[in-house]
């Protein structure tokens, strides 16, 4: 949620800035709402302050044999006008709310302007990996190996299912075991939370209200506010610490968590989203930092390190792009993207996505902490794939594989394998 004392006294700078994002935005009645909302509260305290006053006033009163009829009579109009004042507060309160919970985070100011066409690739690793054979393609790959079943994984679930088997489900579970020793040896603390969460997790996350209609409801649906899966981990652990107040000496506070993750999007016949890299449900870590504010750039190079680590421990090549304004998830005003080659599609495809919120999610949160002087501030929370391995396993299986058809596990795979080569 974006701060209304910002867009108070900077209006113009704060809508510039959501033009970034291809937004055009008129605060006229938000700022309109708040110019009443303090004129009521500032009315409501002065009648309070005038009850107290009288209150103090009529027993003195009573007992010198004043008459106190006109005083009560007043102090009972004044007690009604509260309330309705009250009333309209609330009132008003709940449409700036509404207005400012479909506003997005406003971009870094390194941060460029516009959508996706704009995103710049700062970085490379490796090199693109060469053939001098024909290659396959990680679908044919995985049915070669049995490491993947997509027509099962179809007929018990539908369309954008599969089913890892044998081999497979080895190397996506060594997949998720190096993830994991990785994290704990960097002084991550390890979360498995729930799969179901409510309402308000959605929200803090900055995915609810815009994205109701993009996961999957439990209960209740996004109207009535029920239950729903979660879409990625970070929805659930950046609610830890919703509306509580943490110790400066505490932060940075470091997370992250394996789930599956749920998603109504899935793949379609075009060759870049066949197979596995785009479905329904799909495996993931993520890691999750609460930082102290004037550390929360330093906190996002170290999770974009981490999750590069990851990636070249591997050995597969990818490039990193720095996300432009419009292309970087609603919540997040700073996101560079890892993204993985697949031979066989040409193309790179994203694994890790590495993003600041700033304060946006600890204000929707009221995740806060008292600064050596005494101040309240909101944390700033950051997160990064640690890393998606749908689109990890394809891949290893395509950049790793031989003439034969055989497939050289990585290296750091290798012992939870089981063996150096699938073939």
């Known amino acids: 949620m ?72 007043r102090m009972k109009k004044v007690g009604d006008e509260i309330a309705e004042e009250n009333d309209k507060v609330r009132e008003i309160e709940e449409k700036i709310k509404y207005i400012l919970d479909r506003l997005p985070n406003i971009p ?95 929200y803090v996350a900055g995915q609810f209200p815009k994205y109701v209609e993009e996961d999957y409801w439990i209960d209740g649906g996004p109207n009535e506010k029920g239950n729903f899966l979660l879409p990625t981990a970070e929805t659930a652990l950046v609610n830890i610490h919703r509306d509580e107040i943490l110790k400066e000496e505490e932060l940075p506070k470091r997370y992250f968590a394996y789930t599956p993750c749920f998603r109504r999007e899935a793949g379609s016949s075009r060759i870049e989203e066949r197979g596995m890299v785009r479905g329904h ?51 997040m005003g700073r996101t560079c993207d890892i993204e993985i080659w697949i031979p066989s599609m040409g193309i790179y495809k994203e694994v890790s996505s590495v993003s600041n919120g700033y304060d946006y999610q600890a204000r929707r949160g009221n995740i806060r902490f008292r600064d050596s002087e005494g101040k309240m501030r909101f944390v700033h929370t950051l997160n990064g794939s640690g890393l998606a391995t749908s689109r990890v396993l394809p891949a290893i299986v395509e950049q790793y594989q031989q003439a034969d058809g055989s497939i050289v596990v990585p290296e750091v795979l290798r012992q939870d394998v089981g063996t150096d080569i699938i073939k």
């Open 2 to 73: 974006l701060d209304i004392k910002r867009i108070r006294e900077n209006p113009e700078e704060v809508a510039a800035a959501l033009k970034k994002r291809n937004l055009d935005v008129d605060f006229t009645e938000l700022l309109t709402l708040d110019k009443d909302r303090r004129t009521l509260l500032q009315s409501v305290e002065e009648k309070k302050n005038d009850r107290n006053i009288t209150s103090k006033k009529i027993p003195v009163m009573k007992k010198n044999g004043e008459d106190v009829t006109a005083e009560l009579e």
């Open 108 to 202: 870094a100011d390194d941060v460029v302007a516009g959508g996706k066409e704009n995103n710049k690739v700062v970085k490379t690793f490796g090199e693109k990996p060469t053939f001098d054979f024909e290659p396959k393609n990680h679908v044919d790959l995985c049915k070669m190996h049995n490491l993947i079943d997509y027509e099962r994984g179809v007929k018990i679930a539908g369309e954008g299912s599969w089913l890892y088997t044998g081999k497979g489900a080895i190397l996506e579970w060594a997949l998720l075991n190096f993830f994991i020793r990785e994290h704990i040896k960097d002084g991550y603390n390890f979360i498995l939370p729930p799969h179901m969460l409510g309402y308000q997790c959605g």
């Open 281 to 331: 449900q799909f495996n993931k870590v993520e890691m999750v930092q609460y930082a102290h504010p004037d550390h929360s750039e330093e906190a996002f190079d170290e999770l974009l390190k981490k999750a590069e680590s990851l990636v070249q421990k591997l050995g597969l090549h990818y490039q990193l792009s720095k996300l432009a304004a419009d292309d970087c998830s609603f919540s």
